[in-house]
């Protein structure tokens, strides 16, 4: 069984900073591309970062320069670093981890965290 676990979300002020972790544990072989997708009151569900095991990195428009996404292989967590927060960021941030369990061969799935509130007030 592998879990993911999130934290680090809370109530920020616009122009702020908050620091969002989420730690991938279980029984776990290898994990490939780490993520984090939020979604906004009447929103849909979208990619906000992601990160591969080689640490390539990809962002939605929207939060370039802002947001800063980062993992530590060692501990199977990743990271994500949001300065300068706009109300428009408030939403409940997901976890993603696209990994392999032992003896699953090449088979690979997607793991999902419970989830956290950010909220940015104006």
């Known amino acids: 069984q592998v879990q993911l676990v999130e934290s680090g979300g809370g109530l920020v002020q616009a122009g702020g900073s908050l620091r969002l972790s989420c730690a991938a544990s279980?029984?776990?072989?290898?994990?490939?591309?780490m993520g984090w997708y939020r979604q906004g009151p009447g929103k849909q569900r979208e990619l906000v970062a992601a990160i591969t095991s080689g640490g390539s990195t990809n962002y939605v428009d929207s939060v370039k320069g802002r947001f800063t996404i980062s993992r530590d292989n060692a501990k199977n967590t990743v990271y994500l670093q949001m300065n300068n927060l706009k109300p428009d960021d408030t939403a409940v941030y997901y976890c993603n981890a696209d990994l392999s369990a032992p003896g699953w061969g090449p088979r690979r799935n997607d793991y999902w965290g419970q989830g956290t509130q950010v909220t940015v007030s104006s």
């Open positions: 279980g029984s776990i072989f290898s994990i490939y591309a």
